[in-house]
């Protein structure tokens, strides 16, 4: 198997404690550190169960480094009242309304909000729940779009919380897109929409791939550029920092 077993304790970092998680995966060739920026929380990973005090060891020697990676400006926000977040690439604010019936609502009378009912304990995982259907009909308009243009048939949709991409599309044609793209100008989510139905045709990143994502009139260089400097933010939304 695998993984087989895991230890959970603390590392100090400066003036705090992060949680290390150290688990044991066979078929790993050495140690190996990782650090989550949004959680805070430190990973690492040993060849066997016997080896684990010195991944541990080891991760404690590395303790600049870690702190290195713990970007402060990366770390999770879990949604709450008073707070400011982008939908759709525009700032709104979450208003936490006890007499709200229903769903979470946009509120646009006196500047954007999005006004949320039900408990406050409630209140970051109804936001993201909300969010979710948020991308999941918008991606899914913007994907048939594309898809009509291109003349193509597309597979099932899927809205996932991913870390490592934006999208992805299956030899069956599915697509699969991490919901924070909601979060985003509409510009950006058009363009990874565009780029996974344009997959359709090329699975692949050849340049008669790139002609036909240019050819649906979205503006690649620009929002790859706005993906790679600002969209590390978004995956820090929603996200309880176990570090603090």
């Known amino acids: 198997m695998p993984v087989n077993h895991i230890t959970r304790t603390e590392i100090n970092i400066g003036a705090r404690a992060a949680p290390l998680i150290a688990r044991v995966n066979r078929r790993a060739k050495r140690l190996i550190l990782k650090v989550d920026p949004v959680t805070g929380e430190i990973h690492v990973t040993a ?138 100008p509409t510009e950006i989510l058009d363009y990874v929409a565009a780029h996974e139905c344009a997959h359709l045709i090329h699975l692949n990143h050849s340049p008669a791939f790139w002609r036909i994502v240019r050819g649906l009139g979205v503006d690649c260089r620009g929002a790859a550029q706005w993906l790679s400097t600002e969209g590390p933010t978004l995956f820090t939304y929603g996200v309880a920092d176990s570090a603090r």
């Open 47 to 184: 060849p066997s169960k016997s080896a684990l005090p010195q991944a541990i060891s080891f991760a404690h020697e590395r303790i600049d480094w870690i702190a290195s990676q713990l970007q402060d400006q990366l770390r999770g926000r879990p949604f709450k009242a008073g707070m400011t977040i982008p939908y759709q690439g525009i700032d709104h604010i979450i208003i936490h309304d006890e007499n709200l019936r229903g769903a979470v609502r946009i509120d646009n009378d006196f500047m954007p909000a999005i006004r949320v009912g039900g408990r406050p304990e409630h209140l970051n995982r109804r936001v993201a729940d909300w969010l979710k259907r948020q991308a999941r009909l918008r991606l899914t308009e913007r994907s048939d779009f594309y898809c009509e243009q291109l003349k193509r048939k597309r597979g099932r949709i899927q809205i996932r919380d991913t870390r490592t991409r934006w999208g992805s599309c299956s030899s069956d044609g599915s697509l699969s897109y991490s919901w924070r793209l909601i979060l985003a």
